[in-house]
């Protein structure tokens, strides 16, 4: 139960929402127990038969005098009894300001009579369980034997994005790019000696089993001519209908794979522009009515889905409750 004492927090039977501040998020929120709640949700999102998850496309208000966006993610998943929504501010620019491009809140109903249990910080949350979800398409959609991880950014999805996918691999070797070498390096002082910096995006993929974009780029930085043939692409960056990350020819000529193409179709650049053929939901792939074809290359389109949120939150919920 949590301590009813501690500043900015109630218990849960305070008669009160708990407020859980992104530390308590990050201390209880692990990246292993997380990754198949994540892809228990996503074979869940893709059995459209159950009729399990209302989840329509994130609502989303420019705010085009700050180069912003407010998005507004809703999600009642009967499967995980969980009833959330997530409100997240996207502001580019703020990394030029050192802050955060993300900043997330969620908030926890009790779906059987919609009263408001938890606010939650989001941006933990949004972190690990984009990260988790690469991770479950790299599982299922990467060679077995990949050893060779590129990173291109070097900011908190890449941070988040190495610990999960370290977490199914042993990466011999971690190359990281971005737009600054400081930060490239930086990043790769973290990781240790199995990382090095690289100077150019084509230096960190050439070798790369699995490659990870994770930008704010809104013109292609990865193109097909330097990715070997079989490799994987975790593509998380472009989150808007008119930005692109991937290389047109790379996205037509990959087998593709998504979270939602409901999703995909109406807010993904590197899908709507390249006019890519959306092979399956990587949650078909879970349930096995799609194949995962390991031995082609392969690009998984993460855009995020409040399911996402929402388990991650219930998953914090139930882990609060036993400590």
Known sequence: MADSTQPGTQ?????????????????????????????????????????????????VVPVAKYQG??????????????????????????????LPTHMATLMVFD???????AIMDGEVITNLRTAAASAVATKYLANPKSQVLAIIGAGHQA???HQALSTLFNFTEVNIYSRTLESAEKLSQEIGSTAKACSSVEEAVKRADIIVTVTFSKVPVLFAKWVKPGAHVNAVGACRPDWQEIDPDLMRGSVLYVDSREGAMKESGDVILSKAEVYAEVGEVV??????FCEKTTVFKSLGMAVEDAVSANLVLAKLRTT
Not at 71 to 92: D, W
Not at 111 to 117: R, V
Not at 287 to 292: L, M, P, Q
């Open 287 to 292: 349930n096995g009515t799609k194949e995962a």
């Open 69 to 98: 966006f407010l998005g507004v993610m809703p999600c009642f998943s009967a499967h995980e009894h969980v009833l959330a929504t997530k409100l997240v501010a996207f502001y580019p620019t703020n990394y030029d300001k050192g």
């Open 159 to 161: 941070r988040s994005h």
């Open 11 to 59: 218990s849960f039977d305070s008669g009160f929402p708990l407020y859980i501040p992104a530390n308590k998020v990050e201390e209880i929120l692990k990246i292993s127990e997380l990754i198949p709640v994540i892809e228990r949700a996503l074979g869940n999102f893709s059995n459209r038969d159950n009729g399990g998850i209302v989840q329509p496309v994130r609502s």
């Open 111 to 117: 779906p059987e009579n919609g009263s408001l249990k």
